[in-house]
């Protein structure tokens, strides 16, 4: 049967339509549906196989899009990198962990160590520091900032049985503690030029009178305006938790 354009009585012929075949007229161009026709060719779905078709977009849109797609990348990466950078506290230590230890800034020399060159130390104590039973007993952290440039392992050991048989002899002696050994004996470590470690055998003037050693991590950072000696400190064995919150303070406070 020969069917007629409704409008200006040409004859139709059928034409294909996304993926529907479907009456079109030569003359105006009009295209009649019938049922479901135009459900099936606006879902863009082929009426043999029922896959989705997947329209082909233009060379300048093709272009857009993978540009697009490398401008989402790059951008990725960037924020990735940045959030890298800025290292945020472990999930489960505080962001304001250092504030939440007691801090102390002593002028350098100081009375205890007359010889130690001139400057500041920075102190930030665990909350245990002078609880014997506590997992964070004698666990500190401080920077000692020297006006003058410091480098060297024996200038470094130099540094520290000044400082701490200076404080130990000191607190010993206005606390009536007795000394019948040395107050301090520091067995130092070099990692790198820069990175030491050291064992501090050493008597607990302020809590029990009794000997400890403490283990500390130094490193030697210098600039234009002399060297910082940063240095946590604590009994407990490096791979105890309290390292990582030493480390962490440390950091906070370089």
């Known amino acids: 049967m020969t069917l007629h354009c409704l409008k200006c009585d040409c004859e139709i012929a059928e034409k294909p339509l996304g993926g529907v075949m479907t009456d079109r007229c030569p003359q105006c161009a009009g295209i009649w ?40 990348t790059i951008v990725s990466i960037s924020l990735l990198a940045a959030c ?4 945020p506290a472990p999930p489960d230590l505080p962001a304001d962990l250092a504030d ?21 130390e920075e102190l930030r104590f665990a909350p245990g520091m002078y609880k014997s039973d506590a997992p964070d007993y004698w666990s500190y952290v401080f920077v000692l900032r020297f006006e003058e440039k410091t480098d060297g392992s024996a200038r470094v050991k130099d540094i520290l049985e000044q400082y701490y048989t200076g404080l130990i ?4 002696k ?15 470590e ?12 050493l008597i607990d003037a302020f809590v029990t009178g009794k000997p400890v050693v403490v283990h500390m991590d130094i490193e030697l950072k210098t600039s234009e305006k002399g060297t910082a000696l940063l240095a946590a400190v604590s009994p407990q064995p490096r791979t105890h938790d309290v390292w990582r919150s030493l480390k962490f303070v440390l950091e906070a406070i370089e």
């Open 33 to 72: 549906l019938d049922g479901g026709e135009f459900e099936r060719s606006s879902s863009g779905r082929d009426t043999t196989s029922g896959t989705p078709r997947q329209p082909r977009l233009p060379p300048r849109a093709e272009t857009m899009r993978a540009s697009h797609t490398i401008l989402v």
């Open 84 to 87: 890298k950078q800025l290292e």
């Open 100 to 120: 939440t230890w007691r801090s102390e800034t002593i002028p350098l020399p100081s009375q205890f160590a007359p010889g130690l060159p001139r400057g500041v």
């Open 169 to 172: 002899t000191a607190v010993a």
């Open 174 to 188: 206005g606390r009536n503690v007795p000394l019948d050994r040395p107050a301090a004996q520091v067995k130092l």
């Open 190 to 201: 070099t990692v790198t030029d820069r990175k030491f470690r050291a064992n501090v055998d």
